[in-house]
């Protein structure tokens, strides 16, 4: 069973991944000119983690939900 305050570390873990990420992918066009391959996978590296994070999003609820 997973206390509350994991359920909250989870949730707050995966809003911080979604935002930090998400924001990454907003910004990469600013700055210098780069190889596509760059970009590439910082889109990948940006999906997968958003993704990570709404799993993660999804165990933390489940978690709040059960611990009340």
Known sequence: MTSR???VFM???A???AFEWIMLANNLG????R????????????A????FAAILAWIGW????RSS
């Open 62 to 65: 489940k978690a709040w939900k």
């Open 11 to 13: 949730l707050a873990l």
């Open 35 to 46: 190889a596509t391959a760059f970009y590439v996978v910082h889109y990948v590296l940006a």
């Open 30 to 33: 600013s700055g210098p000119r």
């Open 15 to 17: 809003a911080f991944m």
């Open 5 to 7: 305050r994991s359920a």
């Open 48 to 51: 997968a983690n958003v993704v």
